[in-house]
């Protein structure tokens, strides 16, 4: 069975500083995706970035990039540039390959301060 | 358009009423989600169509009777609900589930409260 860890229940950052999430996962098939979503107070669960388990380089999104570690079995979400609207909730999430569903961590919650 | 509508975006029901909530889409995807989440909790999936088909059912109480009347829409049935299932619904919806990894779109939610 697959296992999303996120050790961090809450993290600061300064306005325009960097921070990274971590992320560590837990599975034996070695096809997989791996996501990040983030939910403001609102509710909406918001898609980031992806990166998939044979995939060579990192991803990269606007400000967010996934630091992927395949050995390590880590895939943190770096955020650069912090922003105020930058405060939520953010959740890692695993899919394998065929029909299985997202499993979810349960979550890092980021406090952007100005 | 890359959205997920939900409606209502709040519900507050009495625990004999009979409601219903709505999701839809129109990004030709074939796999539709429901997720039930608790404060400062992840989503915990409920079920998932795919193709119109309910695929997954994740054990979940028979007082939650989810619908799909067509590839667009999505509804979750509520009757006789319990407080302790008073929580933030989302829906989602991917591509498909017969393509791996591919990334779910989620609703805003609908925030339920059951009296």
């Known amino acids: 069975a697959q296992k999303i860890t996120q050790t961090q229940p809450g993290m600061f950052v300064q306005e325009k500083e960097a921070v990274t999430l971590d992320c560590t996962y837990d599975t034996s098939d070695p096809s997989y995706g791996l996501f990040w979503y983030k939910q403001p107070s609102s509710g909406e669960m918001i898609f980031l970035i992806y990166?998939?388990?044979?995939?060579?380089q990192n991803a990269t999104e606007g400000r967010y990039s996934l630091n992927f570690q395949k050995a390590r079995k880590s895939a943190n979400l770096v955020i650069s540039a912090s922003q105020l609207g930058d405060s939520a909730m953010y959740f890692c999430a695993m899919s394998l390959s065929g029909n299985t569903p997202l499993v979810f961590g349960k979550g890092t919650r980021l406090s952007v301060i100005a | 358009d890359t959205e997920v509508t939900q409606t209502p975006k709040h519900l507050v029901m009495g625990m004999t009423n009979k409601k219903s909530l709505k999701c839809e889409q129109h990004m030709g995807h074939r796999a539709m989600y429901w997720y039930k989440q608790k404060a400062k909790k992840p989503p915990e999936l409920m079920f998932v169509y795919s193709y119109e088909k309910l695929s997954i059912n994740e054990s979940v109480p028979s007082r939650f009777s989810p619908e799909c009347p067509n590839s667009s829409l999505l509804n979750l049935h509520l009757h006789a609900l319990q407080p302790e299932d008073s929580a933030l619904y989302l829906c989602?919806?991917?591509?498909?589930?017969?393509?791996?990894?591919?990334?779910?779109?989620f609703g805003p939610g609908t925030r339920l409260t059951v009296l």
């Open positions: 990166q998939g388990s044979y995939d060579q």
């Open positions: 989602a919806s991917s591509a498909s589930d017969r393509i791996p990894y591919n990334e779910q779109f």
